[in-house]
Antibody
Framework: EAQLMESGGGLVQPGGSLRLSCAAS????????MSWVRQAPGKGLEWVST????????YYADSVKGRFTISRDNSRNTVYLQMNSLGAEDTALYYC?????????????WGQGTLVTVSS | DIQMTQSPSSLSASVGDRVTITCRAS??????LAWFQQKPGRAPKSLIY???ILQSGVPSQFSGSGSGTDFTLTISSLQPEDFATYYC?????????FGQGTKVEIK
C-alpha cells in the first residue's frame, strides 16, 4: 500500500524560503507523477505543482510559478518542493500526492500534509 | 484556465437519503474528472476517476457520471461516515483545477 510522509513545514517570515519533502513507499516511485496540493486554513484545495515520472516534465500554478520548484530523487523515493519568496498567501497545509500514472492524471493517494505558516 | 463550479456549496441530508452533487467545467474536459472526499482534519481521499470509475475500496453507494462539461457525484444512500466535503477536479489539462467543494452536513 502506498504511503506518503511529508515534512519540512513550519513558521517562516515573509520573503523567506522553505523546502518541503515527501518520502514515498509502497509503490514504484519513479513510475508515477507526483504533485503538491495546498489548502489554506478553512479554504478549498488548490493544485500547486506536478512532476511527471519518466520525462520529468514540471508544471506549476500561476500563483507559485517562478517562486516554487518541484523536484524528485528517485534513489530516495522522495519528492521536494522548494519554496522561495514566501508570502502570507502561501500559508497552507501542503499535501503531497501520488498521481495515477507517470504522465500525470489525478491524485490517487494523498499524504497527511505539512503545515506552512508565513508570518512575521 | 478551466473553471470548475460545484453545486450546491453545502447541503443538509439525513442518513439514507440520496444525495447528488454537480460539477460543471467551463469548457469540455471529456471524462478527465475526479472526485475526492475530505473529512475534517483529514487528508483528501480519492473516490472516483475518469468521471465514473470507483477507486479501489470505495463503497458502492458512490457513483459518478457525466462527460464533456457536466458531471455528477451521487451517494445512493447516505451513511454516517459520508458526512464530509466533496471536491471535483479536472485533469484534462494544466493547470489542474478543483471545484470549490460541497459540504454534506447532517440534517
Amino acid at each position: 500500500e502506498a504511503q506518503l510522509m511529508e515534512s519540512g513545514g513550519g513558521l517562516v517570515q515573509p520573503g523567506g524560503s522553505l523546502r518541503l519533502s515527501c518520502a514515498a513507499s509502497g509503490f514504484a516511485f519513479s513510475n508515477y507523477a507526483m504533485s503538491w496540493v495546498r489548502q489554506a486554513p478553512g479554504k478549498g484545495l488548490e493544485w500547486v505543482s506536478t512532476l511527471h515520472g519518466g520525462d520529468d516534465r514540471t508544471y506549476y500554478a500561476d500563483s507559485v510559478k517562478g517562486r516554487f520548484t518541484i523536484s524528485r530523487d528517485n534513489s530516495r523515493n522522495t519528492v521536494y518542493l522548494q519554496m522561495n519568496s514566501l508570502g502570507a498567501e502561501d500559508t497552507a497545509l501542503y499535501y503531497c500526492a501520488k498521481e495515477g500514472r507517470a504522465s500525470g492524471s489525478y491524485p490517487s493517494y494523498w499524504g497527511q500534509g505539512t503545515l506552512v505558516t508565513v508570518s512575521s | 484556465d478551466i473553471q470548475m463550479t460545484q453545486s450546491p456549496s453545502s447541503l443538509s441530508a439525513s442518513v439514507g437519503d440520496r444525495v447528488t452533487i454537480t460539477c460543471r467545467a467551463s469548457q469540455g474536459i471529456s471524462n478527465y474528472l475526479a472526485w475526492f472526499q475530505q473529512k475534517p482534519g483529514r487528508a483528501p481521499k480519492s473516490l472516483i476517476y475518469a468521471a465514473y470509475i470507483l477507486q479501489s475500496g470505495v463503497p458502492s453507494q458512490f457513483s459518478g457520471s457525466g462527460s464533456g462539461t457536466d458531471f455528477t457525484l451521487t451517494i445512493s444512500s447516505l451513511q454516517p461516515e459520508d458526512f464530509a466535503t466533496y471536491y471535483c477536479q479536472q485533469y484534462y489539462t494544466y493547470p489542474r483545477t478543483f471545484g470549490q467543494g460541497t459540504k454534506v452536513e447532517i440534517k
